[in-house]
């Protein structure tokens, strides 16, 4: 695969970073990303992958736009309030750069439909709002073999990671969470709060773990650093790395 002349314009001050250069610029283009929920990590996401130039996006989402969203919901207006998010994420994508490829999907992840919906993703961007589907996605990720770059958010704490449980010697979400969480029950940012900024921070750097993934192999930026949950703290702010051992009993990797 070769770049138009418009395509290496608009990518300049990428491929110009030897981190990234030509090779790994096509393989962003190459790329399918599979993006879990259009919201508050969700949106300032898909605009840096968008940005990025990845050449396949899939958008899955079953909510609709609400006036509270807007605070950090950073790719809709009023005028998108009741109309469901992954479209108008999709329309958002197609204004933006018309080359891309964007399909949105109107649905929620079940264990019934998340293998058809993360088919042919080579990774898959999880920044959903409860743990029931995020394990459902961590699961559904190992027995592909789909690299999952993780993105969470409480108040002021964010965590961004990317996981390869579906490899012998590399942890997936569930070796970091555990079992107790396939339950659909968790905080909401509703009752929490969250600030807007928060979402942005860790929304963006969920995107570029997730271009490390894309350029593995192709760039020098290409180090998905798998296992390393990042936490981010707001307040202070400060960024500390933890790393997530393989758990030998894990029941969504263990037997990898």
């Known amino acids: 695969m070769s770049l138009s002349p ?19 610029q096509v393989a962003l283009a190459q790329g399918h990303v599979v993006l879990i929920g259009c919201g508050g990590i969700g949106s300032p996401a898909l605009q840096y992958l ?18 509270s969203n807007l605070q950090r919901q950073t790719i809709f207006t009023p005028a998108d309030v009741g109309h469901a998010k992954a ?13 891309l490829q964007v399909r949105a999907i109107v649905d929620r992840v079940t264990r019934e439909n998340v293998a058809a919906l993360l088919a042919g993703a080579d990774v898959v961007l999880d920044g959903c ?16 073999g789909i690299p999952l770059t993780s993105v969470a958010i409480g108040r002021f704490q964010g965590q961004i990671a990317n996981f390869a449980g579906h490899l012998p010697d590399q942890s997936c979400y569930r070796c970091f969470v555990g079992d107790a969480f396939d339950a659909e029950d968790c905080d ?9 900024a928060m979402a942005g921070m860790a929304g963006t750097f969920g995107a570029m773990q997730a271009m490390r993934v894309l350029l593995q192999g192709h760039a020098a930026l ?26 030998p009993g894990c029941t969504g990797c263990g037997a990898t």
Request: proline residues 5%; aromatic residues 4%.
């Open 87 to 99: 479209k108008v994420a999709a329309a958002w994508v197609h204004r933006f750069d018309p080359v």
């Open 129 to 144: 709002d409860n743990f029931a589907t995020r394990l459902i996605v961590s699961d559904a990720c190992v027995a592909a």
């Open 6 to 24: 418009d395509r290496l314009e608009r990518f300049a001050r990428h491929i110009v970073l030897p981190e990234v250069g030509g090779t790994g």
């Open 50 to 67: 968008a940005a990025a130039g990845i050449g396949q996006l899939t958008l899955i989402d079953s909510d609709t736009i609400d006036l």
């Open 222 to 247: 290409g180090d998905p650093q798998f296992g390393t949950i990042h936490l981010l703290d707001g307040l202070t702010p400060s960024l500390r790395p933890l790393t997530i051992a393989k758990d």
């Open 188 to 196: 909401t940012c509703a009752a929490d709060g969250v600030l807007g």
